[in-house]
């Protein structure tokens, strides 16, 4: 099932999360459904945040084929590699804008997999970017708050003309 969205500025987007309790029967259909919303939506990540539930839960999928999706619940940073780069970023809940936003190269995540096993995930590039601004997510952080604060009233206010057009 297809679920909304939250668009920035929505203040929704700025809960903390909080953890997942057991991987039972609900999550498993809401993980289905976080994967096929961002799918339907061109994305590479999805935070339950971003759909207005307030659960540590994460779905990414970088790969070429859309066919290796990454299922992570209750994540934490357990390491980060001591370079950082500037890299363009774009967000489900911030449709059509991109800004550069400095992240670790590299990352290694504790988190439950769907299956109910903690792993541990090794990420860098791509993987390990979406990883922290999904995680980001979870935190009640949108990636427009690394900009400086003229930018990020630009942005709002273009997301509120938007909205208001939208409903128009």
């Known amino acids: 099932m297809l679920l909304p969205i939250l668009y920035y500025p ?6 903390v999360a909080k953890p997942v309790v ?9 993980i289905a459904d976080m994967l096929q919303t961002m799918y339907e939506a061109k994305g590479i990540g999805l935070a339950a945040t971003q759909i ?10 970088v790969s070429e084929d859309r066919a290796a999706p990454l299922v992570l619940i209750n994540p934490e940073l357990v390491w980060h590699s001591a370079e950082k780069h500037l890299n363009e970023e774009g967000c489900l809940s911030v449709p059509g804008i991109y800004d550069g936003v400095e992240r670790f190269d590299a990352v290694k995540v504790n988190a439950i997999d769907r299956v109910g096993q ?20 979870l935190l009640g952080k949108v990636f427009v708050e690394y900009l400086s604060p003229l930018k990020r009233n630009r942005i709002r206010k273009k997301m509120l003309k938007a909205q208001r057009e939208e409903r128009e």
């Open 22 to 30: 057991a991987v039972d029967k609900r999550v498993q259909t809401l």
């Open 52 to 61: 207005d539930v307030h659960e540590r839960l994460i779905v990414i999928d």
């Open 10 to 15: 929505d203040p929704k987007l700025h809960t």
């Open 118 to 137: 903690i792993r541990l995930v090794e990420a860098e590039g791509l993987l390990a970017k979406c990883i922290q601004h999904e995680m980001d997510h």
